[in-house]
């Protein structure tokens, strides 16, 4: 891990606590995303395509940067391993309900 002057342990709380951040706005993403589209599919209001568009710019680049981690660990190209890094964020956000 890239050490930024501090000690090693801190980088690595530092570096826990932004993956636990990132993981949970992912899954509030696609929790609210969830619940819009079902509420547009029973007749109700449909979602603001602006603020999807906005929430989906987030969530891919958490989703990348999961992926581009998962990377360090799994050899197979970035296009193979996003399935398996979608699921590493949610057990991660998961884990983070579960913490907090």
């Known amino acids: 891990m890239l050490d930024l ?10 570096a826990q ?3 636990l ?3 949970r706005r992912a899954a509030d993403i696609l929790g609210k995303h969830s ?9 109700g209001k449909r979602p603001d395509a602006a603020a ?8 891919t680049a958490v989703l990348d940067a999961a992926n581009e981690c998962l990377g360090l660990f799994d050899t197979r190209p970035a296009d193979d391993r996003w399935c398996d890094a979608l699921l590493q964020l949610i057990q991660l956000a998961r884990f983070a309900a579960e913490t907090t």
Not at 35 to 43: I, K
Not at 52 to 59: S, T
């Open 17 to 19: 606590a932004l993956g």
């Open 5 to 14: 002057g501090g000690s090693g342990g801190m980088d690595r709380l530092l």
């Open 35 to 43: 619940a819009a589209l079902t509420r547009a599919a029973s007749g």
């Open 21 to 23: 951040a990132m993981a």
């Open 52 to 59: 999807f568009a906005a929430d989906d710019a987030i969530f």
